[in-house]
């Protein structure tokens, strides 16, 4: 933990919120990731880490939207701060105003693991059910977020938004929810916006905070 505080300090001193994104595998990851790189990198330095066992298929992918690297873990389950941190400066010249982190596919063992970001976000499938949330409480517990993601196939799946939610609420109660679809673009500007907003906050705060220690 203390060395993914003194990584998050490092982060904004540098102007860089970052985000983290865990989830079962196929839930949307990569494709939210490419809509948010599109809208956000209109205005802002975006950045992409991508872990995943084995390939580089998804950086690959992400590439023509956002400088991208794939950490492959070779078998572990989730991505540790000393790998990030060997892989940031692949991404090139920074710093980056956002450094995205999208974690191996898996609600558990990520849960239990800090990789410095300021904002960690749960990204839910309407093609999982909306029953994930109680069976998997640490990885909603932890967040700060949780995308509800291909909402375009909500007519075709048993999925309630409502049910998921409210499931998701009784974990976590202070959960911000945003409802996206990534293949009709549905969804992305609100939540684009909330993280330009959210990072202006961090970086705000820390910029007081220095002032402040500076005049002390």
């Known amino acids: ?33 490419q809509k ?36 492959t873990t070779g078998g572990a389950c989730h991505l540790e701060l000393p790998l990030v941190k060997r892989a940031l400066p692949q991404l090139g010249t920074g710093p980056f105003d956002f450094l995205f ?24 499938s309407a093609t999982e059910g909306d029953d994930k949330p109680g069976k998997y409480p640490k990885a909603f517990r932890t967040s700060q977020v949780c995308v509800i993601s291909k909402t375009d196939l909500i007519p075709h799946v048993p999925f309630s938004i409502e049910a998921a939610v409210e499931d998701a ?28 907003s959210e990072r202006r906050q961090i970086l705000g705060a820390f910029h007081e905070s220095s002032a402040s220690g500076r005049s002390d």
């Open 36 to 71: 948010t790189a599109e809208r956000l990198g209109e205005t802002h330095r975006v950045g992409i880490l991508v872990g995943d066992i084995e390939t580089d298929r998804d950086a690959r992918r992400l590439a023509p939207f956002a400088p991208s690297y794939q950490i």
């Open 169 to 196: 609420r009784q974990i976590q109660p202070e959960l911000r929810v945003f409802s996206v679809s990534s293949l009709r673009g549905e969804g992305i500007e609100e939540w684009c916006d909330f993280l330009a």
């Open 1 to 33: 933990r203390r060395a993914a505080e003194a990584f998050r300090r490092e982060m904004t001193a540098a102007g860089t919120y970052v985000v983290r994104l865990l989830s079962s595998p196929g839930a949307g990851k990569t494709s939210l990731l």
């Open 101 to 124: 982190v999208e974690d191996v596919g898996n609600l558990i063992c990520p849960a239990s693991h800090e990789l410095g970001e300021h904002l960690r976000v749960i990204v839910l």
